[in-house]
């Protein structure tokens, strides 16, 4: 299995620019989220999903968006790119409810995005 | 307002040494605690898990404390090596049933040879 995977791994963008993140996962999970980590902020979630078709608003939702039309994939859409996206962003996993228990989350290895 | 909050200050030990960080929380009822451990430029990677109904878990050098009534989870790393020298994050379910964790924002160790 490759896990989570994420793409690109980095990324440059200009103030305006929209661009999608793209997640997948092969370990057939219910829950998909994403995160973002700034120095000193920690890691915050901007958007999650319980399954197919279903998706919901983390703590800083704002300027993104997510759809999640398939159990593997979960693409992080950025609108329109201000300098305050420039973070680190993590997608993550995990089996949920469905998996027997709670579980812990399995991450990606991030997208490194600046926006100049 | 919620708070989870782990020691901003990087903790110094030396090797062989137990390690011992600490995860204290306000509002909130969770029901379970997670630790994470995440090397520079990786993503977190998931080490144990503990329930709300339980005081303690163990994993081979790895030992979890949960104290609902302190609300406060303790991590313990014994016999110590410079290979656990990382950050490790406390995370908490947030409430209202969709079990996606939220995260403090982690303590560094260091551990000396």
């Known amino acids: 299995n490759a896990g989570v995977t994420q793409t690109p791994k980095f990324q440059v963008l200009k103030t305006g620019q929209s661009m999608t993140l793209q997640c997948a996962q092969d370990m057939n999970h219910e829950y998909m989220s994403w995160y973002r980590q700034d120095p000193g902020m920690g890691l915050r979630l901007i958007h999650y999903s319980v399954g197919a078709g279903i998706t919901d608003q983390g703590e800083v939702p704002n300027g993104y968006n997510v759809s999640r039309s398939t159990t593997e994939d979960f693409p992080l859409r950025l609108l329109s790119a201000a300098p305050s996206q420039t973070s680190v962003y993590f997608c993550?996993?995990?089996?949920?409810?469905?998996?027997?228990?709670?579980?812990?989350?399995?991450f990606g290895p991030g997208t490194r995005l600046t926006v100049t | 307002s919620q708070k989870i909050e782990q020691n901003s200050e990087a903790l110094n030990i030396q090797e062989g040494k137990t390690a011992t960080l600490t995860c204290n929380y306000t509002?909130?009822?969770?029901?379970?605690l997670q630790w994470y451990r995440q090397d520079p430029g990786r993503g977190p990677v998931f080490l144990l898990l503990?329930?709300?109904?339980?005081k303690e878990k163990r994993k081979e050098r790895l030992k979890v404390t949960f104290d609902t009534t302190l609300k406060q989870s303790l991590f313990h790393i014994t016999a110590s090596q410079p290979a656990d020298s990382a950050t490790y994050l406390c995370a908490l379910d947030a409430s209202g049933g969709s079990y996606i964790p939220t995260f403090g924002r982690g303590t560094s160790l260091i551990v000396h040879p």
């Open positions: 503990i329930r709300e109904n339980e």
């Open positions: 993550a996993s995990s089996p949920g409810l469905a998996g027997g228990g709670i579980l812990g989350q399995y």
């Open positions: 509002n909130y009822s969770p029901a379970y």
